[in-house]
């Protein structure tokens, strides 16, 4: 796979993680829980991150054993398919707790990436 489009696909990853932060900061469980508008956002930012996480290089993955990448890329097929089972509560807790470990891989990544790209 190119640099580019690795560089294209966590981009879009840190893009989905800032808007799920920017929704989920500061609210209560309970206040996300009743709020469909956010939940919506959470599920269609996870959906993003999921897709997006496929199209990494292997090596790339294959650097960051914490990440624990079938299951990135499995929530999608969840949510997709079976997305009346999804509990807020799972949403809320990846949000809060898989995100972060998440998005610094991916920024890590990129800013090897992108010198390498100039």
């Keep these: 796979m190119a640099v580019h489009?690795?560089?294209?696909?966590?981009?879009?990853?840190?893009?989905?993680i800032d808007r799920i932060r920017s929704e989920t900061e500061g609210v209560t469980l309970?206040?996300?829980?009743?709020?469909?508008?956010?939940r919506w956002l959470?599920?269609?930012g996870?959906?993003?991150?999921?897709e997006a996480s496929r199209?990494?290089?292997?090596d790339m993955k294959a650097r960051h054993p914490e990440i624990q990448w079938r299951k990135v890329a499995g929530v999608g097929n969840v949510l997709r398919h079976e997305y009346e089972r999804t509990a807020p509560e799972v949403l809320w807790?990846?949000?809060?707790q898989d995100l972060p470990t998440l998005e610094k891989v991916c920024r890590e990544e990129l800013a090897a990436a992108e010198p390498a790209e100039k």
Excluded: G, Y
């Design 5 to 16: 489009s690795a560089t294209l696909r966590l981009h879009d990853i840190i893009d989905a």
């Design 30 to 38: 309970d206040a996300f829980e009743a709020d469909w508008r956010k």
């Design 42 to 44: 959470v599920e269609r």
């Design 46 to 50: 996870t959906e993003i991150i999921s």
């Design 55 to 58: 199209h990494l290089p292997a």
């Design 93 to 96: 807790s990846l949000a809060h």
